[in-house]
């Protein structure tokens, strides 16, 4: 064969190598871009179930998680969607500054029906996590009795009444003393539910049980996770 055949031949297959080099730098790697189904699946179970998250570990101050993951309502067609109640008309009434107890609040509503309220404080505390530290303990030490915004009509009408919190400086808020000082609680079943960031709930069990002596204050709960919530309303004989 002439040289120049040969040459000719080596080219062309040099042209072929690099094209198809070329190619393959192209393409999309698969394994790096497409997540696996069993990832995905993991993924999307911890997005609802992750425990709650904490803004203040050391219990100290102003204290409520940074979010209430997995809190919506059971899904259509399970047996939580219509459950047995307690009787008598219910009342969900709660308190979020940094919107943390809200979804709880929401949640509890889904599983148990009845009437939603957030109170609001008629001079609103400083909006973010730390602006509320200082308020909040001046009103503790001072034994305040913030003023609400919030009415609710026909308190009488309702027989059970879940108390959405922050634990705010080992107890309530302050303004939780003043809703339940503003009502007559005699003969009512008091749910309390609480939020926090390390701080526990016993304390305010206490104070709410001293504020409302002729009420039946039910054992409260410190929501970590929205899976604890129906155990601890089947324990109550609040759902079945």
Known sequence: ??????????????????LLSSCDRNAPNEESTQPQGN????????????????????????????????TE??????????????????????????????????????LVGGDLVRLEPASPYPEGY???LDPAKQEQRENARPKLKTSIE?????????????????TVPMLINTFLESYDFSGKTVVPFATSGGTGISQSIQDI????????????????????????????????
Request: net charge negative; glycine share 10%; hydrophobic share 40%.
């Open 73 to 110: 309502p059971a899904e259509s067609g399970t047996s939580e969607e219509t459950p047995e109640k307690a009787g008598g008309a219910v009342l969900i009434v709660y308190f979020s500054h940094t919107g943390n107890t809200k979804p709880v609040a929401e949640y509890i509503q889904g």
């Open 130 to 132: 730390s602006a509320a």
């Open 154 to 170: 026909h308190f009488d009408s309702y027989e059970t009444v879940y108390l959405g919190y922050p634990i705010w400086w080992g």
């Open 209 to 240: 049980r001293s504020e409302v002596p002729d009420a039946e204050v039910k054992d409260g709960l410190l929501v970590k996770n929205n899976k604890d919530i129906i155990p601890w309303l089947r324990k109550l004989g609040l759902y079945e």
């Open 39 to 70: 990832e995905t699946a993991a993924a999307r179970s911890e997005a609802v179930d992750l425990p709650v998250e904490s803004e203040q570990n050391d219990g100290a101050g102003v204290s409520e998680p940074v979010s209430a993951a997995g």
């Open 1 to 18: 064969m002439k040289k120049s055949a040969v040459n000719t031949l080596f080219g062309i297959l040099a042209l072929a190598a690099l």
